[in-house]
């Protein structure tokens, strides 16, 4: 029987497209961590003017900063602005996952601008999608972070039920595809597992509790997390051939994200953020700077200098998750 989730209990879940916690009446922490890290990236970072799938995640991390500890670097407006809310398109495969990933960021900043004209140009390549009736656009489980999150998003704020039929339809071709049933893993590579929990969480915040693709994305969750779990290194991190603070970042965010949502069991999986966001610390160097970043889905080892904008999202977004299971945030 085909799955439908109806979308006028869908249309209730609207404040949860990017799920934040309150702001902050009094400092913790874990957000003062995320105000230093997203400041160090935009001072020190490079590359920040290009619209690209890496600064789209940074950016999608920072306004989760923004709406969570109420201070804003007033980066993503103007890196909006600029960008014209164009996807950075290859018209010789328009239907790509990475430019989408900028149409995330877009959606985030929309809490704050919701003119039209931000969202009309992902809305535009999206529903052109759907018309394909393609499924197989989504190649490598990183689809499920770069374009999952859109679709989802969109076709909530839209009740649009044929687009979100639509991307349920591609996840489930592309779990076909890439995912062992047997490991509950994606790939070989710890960062790829990492953008494919980290989009599944995305997906499940922003649907219904009782909504059936919801529950769907929470039971291959659940399944890559049993695995997950026991491939955390002692010192806390994840990573492929050694400490990568963006498969980290990715992993304690669906980590913490699935507690807070009640898809992962908190006595089981709430120590094993605690201890990611412990090593994650320490990959962040005096002036906040996030490194030890492995490139994306590298096998070469990461080192103390290696950083990247993505990362750096990814921790904005699990520091998000974290504040409402820290005592005293």
């Not at 890290?37 to 290009?50: C, E, F, I, P, Y």
């Not at 492929?240 to 603070?245: N, Q, V």
């Not at 002036?287 to 103390?304: E, H, I, V, Y």
Request: net charge positive.
């Amino acid at each position: 029987m085909r799955l439908r989730t109806p979308l006028f209990v869908v249309a209730l879940a609207g404040s949860l497209l990017i799920a934040p916690a309150a702001a902050q009446a009094v400092p913790c922490a874990v957000t003062d961590m995320m105000i230093k890290a997203s400041q160090a990236w935009v001072t020190r970072g490079t590359g920040l003017t290009a619209n690209n799938w890496s600064n789209a995640n940074f950016h999608v991390g920072n306004i989760a900063q923004v709406r969570t500890t109420g201070i804003s670097n007033h980066k993503t407006w103007p890196w909006v602005r600029a960008n014209k809310f164009l996807l950075p398109i290859d018209p010789a495969n328009p239907y790509a996952p990475d430019p989408q990933a900028s149409g995330e960021a877009y959606l985030a900043v929309s809490f704050f601008h919701p003119e039209p004209e931000v969202l009309q140009p992902l809305r535009d390549n999206l529903r052109a999608q759907v018309k394909t009736g393609r499924t197989d656009f989504w190649k490598s489980p990183d689809a499920l972070t770069m374009s999952l999150p859109s679709f989802t998003q969109v076709a909530v704020r839209d009740l649009d039920q044929d687009m979100l039929d639509y991307s349920y339809r591609s996840y489930r071709s592309l779990k076909k595809r890439t995912f062992n049933e047997v490991t509950g893993l994606w790939s070989r590579n710890v960062q790829t597992n990492g953008w494919a929990v980290q989009g599944l969480a995305k997906a499940i915040l922003a649907l219904p509790a009782d909504s059936p693709y919801r529950a769907d994305y929470a039971r291959t969750l659940r399944k890559s997390a049993q695995t997950l779990r026991y491939l955390q290194r002692h010192d806390g991190f994840w990573g492929a051939t050694g400490k990568d603070s963006a498969a980290t970042a990715m992993i304690t965010y669906a980590f913490a994200a699935g507690v807070n949502t009640g898809v992962l069991d908190r006595d089981t999986y709430l120590p094993l953020v605690r201890k990611s966001w412990q090593a994650l610390l320490t990959a962040v160097d005096a002036d906040g700077l996030l490194g030890w970043t492995a490139a994306r889905n590298s096998w070469k080892p990461a080192s103390a200098g290696d950083s990247a904008g993505f990362a750096v999202g990814s921790f904005l977004l699990a520091g998000q998750q974290l504040v409402p299971l820290t005592p005293g945030c």
